[in-house]
C-alpha cells in the first residue's frame, strides 16, 4: 500500500519544460511539510533531499498541467487515508473481511445454503484465497451471544483443524474433535445442544485421509482407554468393501474405512438421537458426511 501511494507522490514531480526551478523548490517545500506530518503512513522518498537538477528521470515526468497534479496529489491522499484505516479490503479482491454470523444470518439460511457456505469455505482455503480474519473483532462481536450455523465433528489429528480448512471464523461453527470422529454419549449431547439449542442448521462429520486412529483400528493396537475408542472404529473395516491389501500399510484402504467410518458416524447419530433424527426428520437440520484430503486440501462431500 505504501509502495503505491509513494508512485503516485514520485508523479507529482513530473512538472512541464515552464515550472521554473524556485517552482520546484516550493513544490518540494510544501510537499516535504506535508510527508512530515504523514511520517507513519509514507517512507522517505529515495530522490527526497538531492538537488532538484539530481533528480532520477522517475520523477521527472508527463503530467503537465496543474490540474493533472492537483487530481493525482488528491488521488494519493485519498489512497493513504484508506491505507490507514484498513479500507483497501474492499479495493483488492480476495481481501474481504469475514464478519461473525448474526442471528438474522444465521437464521435466514438453509441448512443446503450452509452446505454451501462451508464448500465455498473450503475452496477459499484450497486456492489460497481465504478471507481476511480479525479475531479480536469477531471475538468482541461474539462475546455477547453465539449464532453457529454448523457443529462439526471431526478427528483429533493437528493436520484438519476443520475451522481453518472451511475457512470459518469466530462464533461460526461448533466443533467436536475426538480421535477417528466416533459418535459417544458426550458428542451426541454436545451436537444436540448446538442444534436443538443453539440452532446450527447442520451436522457435518468431517473424517480425514492417512488417519492414524483408523490404521490404528486396522492393525490392532492396544493402548489404554485408547482400546476402546479404537474398538468404535472397528466396524468399519468389515464393512469396507474393498479388493487388495487390507491392512494398515495399505493407504488406500486405510482412506477407505476411514470413509465407511465416516457413514457409519452418521448412521449411529441417527439411530442414537431421537433429537437429531426429529430434526432431521422435519427439515430443520441436514446430518452429512465428508472427507479431507491432506494432499490437496479438499473437503469431499459424501453422498
Not at 509513494?6 to 515550472?19: D, E, I, M, N, W
Not at 451426541?188 to 483400528?217: N, P, R
Not at 476411514?258 to 432431521?280: C, K
Amino acid at each position: 500500500m505504501k509502495l503505491a501511494a509513494y508512485a503516485l507522490f514520485k508523479r507529482c514531480f513530473g512538472l512541464a519544460s515552464s515550472v521554473t526551478h524556485a517552482d520546484l523548490r516550493d513544490r518540494r517545500r510544501r510537499l516535504s511539510r506535508w510527508f512530515h506530518r504523514q511520517q507513519d503512513l509514507f517512507v522517505s522518498l529515495p530522490c527526497w533531499g538531492l538537488p532538484m537538477d539530481k533528480l532520477p528521470d522517475v520523477c521527472c515526468g508527463s503530467v503537465e498541467t496543474d490540474g493533472q497534479r492537483r487530481t493525482l496529489l488528491k488521488s494519493a491522499l485519498g489512497f493513504a487515508a484508506v491505507s490507514a484505516i484498513g479500507g483497501l479490503q474492499w479495493m483488492v479482491p480476495g481481501l474481504a473481511e469475514a464478519a461473525t454470523l448474526t442471528k438474522e444470518q444465521r437464521d435466514a439460511m438453509t441448512p443446503d445454503q450452509v452446505i454451501a457456505m462451508l464448500k465455498e469455505g473450503n475452496e477459499r482455503f484450497r486456492t489460497g484465497k481465504m478471507q481476511e480474519h480479525d479475531y479480536l473483532k469477531q471475538k468482541r462481536i461474539s462475546a455477547g451471544g453465539q449464532f453457529p450455523a454448523a457443529v462439526i465433528l471431526s478427528c483429533i489429528d493437528s493436520r484438519a483443524a476443520a475451522e481453518i480448512i472451511l475457512d470459518t471464523g469466530i462464533g461460526d461453527a461448533f466443533n467436536g474433535r475426538v480421535a477417528g470422529n466416533i459418535a459417544n454419549d458426550d458428542l451426541l449431547g454436545s451436537m444436540e445442544f448446538a442444534c436443538a439449542v443453539a440452532g446450527a442448521k447442520v451436522v457435518l462429520v468431517m473424517g480425514h485421509t492417512a488417519c492414524g486412529a483408523v490404521k490404528g483400528a486396522i492393525d490392532g493396537a492396544k493402548l489404554g482407554h485408547l482400546t476402546a475408542l479404537l474398538d468404535k472404529i472397528k466396524p468399519a473395516i468389515d464393512a469396507t468393501q474393498f479388493s487388495g491389501d487390507r491392512s494398515g500399510k495399505n493407504d488406500a484402504f486405510v482412506d477407505a474405512v476411514a470413509a465407511t467410518n465416516v457413514r457409519n458416524t452418521i448412521n449411529e447419530i441417527r439411530q442414537r438421537s431421537d433429537v437429531l433424527a426429529g430434526l432431521e426428520k422435519d427439515g430443520k437440520i441436514k446430518i452429512v458426511g465428508s472427507m479431507y484430503h491432506l494432499v490437496g486440501g479438499k473437503v469431499e462431500f459424501l453422498d
